[in-house]
């Protein structure tokens, strides 16, 4: 069993590093880890020589595998988020059909203990396709329990989503979970959302709609680059950025040509006092962040990057 299990192990640990293999194949095969994990445990457990517990070795083993056999039992039994978890219904939908993107927003059920913007959550709207994770696009308020989500036709299920969901649906929504919170204290922040990467940023704009103007504010240019376009989502995108008091630069790919780390550096004559809040394709968030550290911005501090990716 012990052999058996660690090949088995090997194989589910490769299908999860190896981004070759499709998420939904990696998402069903790792529900498979914690089985074989309480397989290796009750190899070790048969194993190990009795008078072994006793010594600090043994009681080390001992501890993280009960940790660790909770934690399969809680896996296998579907309840990771389950305290987080709530049910809702959609109530309004708006498609974006330049950008290829929807707008869902969901009427929240008992449960939902409110999130910061730049979070994110789980959302079921089909057992079978299961959980997809979307960034919250709306600013919390406990008087009005809805979320909004923005998502991009990607793949399979995010594609011609606009046709299967349908007003009332219920949904169920995990979350809030991330820690792109905006909450660093500093005076000066420079945004960069790049196409759907600017959901985060859309929270935050509602959010800060409602401060009140005596209350201290960083200040903030937000940096927008998209390929495709559409004029109805660009238009609210420009009245949020108004109303939060938010410099708006829009940069679309055909006209403007790309954002590069100089490009932002020339804009923003303090970049070096500023933070930087970067949400899109991980590729540009890895050559802004080189490029800034190259010119000695403390990006360990600094620059901040949401990851639209799971693995
Ligand atoms: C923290 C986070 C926040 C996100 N926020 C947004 C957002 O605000 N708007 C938006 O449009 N997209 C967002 N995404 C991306 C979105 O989750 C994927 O585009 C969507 O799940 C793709 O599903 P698909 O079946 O259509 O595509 P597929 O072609 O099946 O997958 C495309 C890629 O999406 C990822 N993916 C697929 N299914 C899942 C899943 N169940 N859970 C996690 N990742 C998955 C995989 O990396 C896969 O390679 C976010 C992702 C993360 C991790």
Same mark, same amino acid.
């Given at each position: 069993m012990?052999?058996w299990a ?14 070759l293999?499709?998420?939904?194949v990696?998402?069903y ?6 089985v074989v994990?309480?397989v ?15 010594t600090?070795? %043994? ?10 056999s ?6 296998i039994?579907g309840?990771i988020?389950?305290g987080?978890r ?5 109530a309004e939908?708006r498609?974006y059909p330049g950008?290829?993107? &929807?707008?869902?927003v969901?009427?929240?059920?008992k ?5 910061q ?5 789980f ?11 979307y960034t ?8 009005e ?5 923005v998502?991009k036709e990607l %793949?399979d299920?995010t594609?011609?989503l606009?046709d299967?969901l349908?007003?009332g649906q219920?949904?169920t929504v995990?979350g809030?979970?991330?820690r792109f919170?905006?909450?660093d204290?500093?005076?000066r922040q420079?945004?960069?959302?790049a196409?759907i ?8 704009l509602?959010?800060m709609?409602?401060?009140s103007?005596d209350e201290?504010?960083?200040?903030i ?13 660009l238009?609210?995108i420009?009245e ?7 410099? &708006?630069?829009? &940069?679309?790919d ?6 590069? *780390?100089?490009?932002i ?5 303090d ?8 949400c899109?394709p991980s590729?540009? *968030?890895?050559a &802004?962040?080189?490029?800034f550290a190259a ?6 501090e600094r ?9």
């Amino acid at each position: 069993m012990g052999e058996w299990a660690f090949y088995g192990i090997v194989i589910l640990l490769l299908v999860a590093l190896i981004k070759l293999v499709p998420y939904k194949v990696f998402r069903y095969s790792h529900r498979f880890v914690p089985v074989v994990y309480l397989v290796l445990v009750f190899h070790s457990v048969i194993l190990i020589d009795h008078a072994m517990w006793a010594t600090p070795l %043994g009681v080390a083993l001992a501890l993280l595998m009960l940790a660790g056999s909770y934690a399969a039992l809680v896996s296998i039994f579907g309840r990771i988020g389950a305290g987080r978890r709530v049910s809702g219904e959609i109530a309004e939908m708006r498609n974006y059909p330049g950008v290829r993107s &929807l707008e869902t927003v969901i009427r929240l059920g008992k449960g939902w203990q409110g999130h910061q913007a730049g979070q994110f959550a789980f959302v079921t709207s089909n057992v079978v396709e299961g959980a997809h994770p979307y960034t919250i696009a709306s600013a919390w308020s406990p008087e009005e329990p809805l979320v909004t989500f923005v998502s991009k036709e990607l %793949g399979d299920h995010t594609t011609g989503l606009i046709d299967r969901l349908k007003l009332g649906q219920k949904v169920t929504v995990e979350g809030p979970y991330g820690r792109f919170t905006f909450d660093d204290g500093l005076p000066r922040q420079i945004w960069v959302g790049a196409g759907i990467g600017i959901t985060p940023f859309l929270a935050r704009l509602k959010e800060m709609a409602t401060v009140s103007p005596d209350e201290a504010r960083p200040e903030i240019d937000l940096f927008h680059t998209t390929r495709e376009v559409d004029e109805a989502a660009l238009e609210r995108i420009a009245e949020d950025a108004r109303a939060a008091k938010v410099r &708006l630069h829009l &940069l679309i790919d055909a006209r403007d040509g790309q954002l590069t *780390g100089q490009r932002i550096r020339d804009e923003i004559g303090d970049w070096r006092e500023a933070s930087l809040w970067f949400c899109g394709p991980s590729k540009f *968030g890895a050559a &802004l962040r080189t490029d800034f550290a190259a010119q000695g911005f403390p990006t360990d501090e600094r620059f901040h990057q949401e990851l639209f990716e799971m693995r």
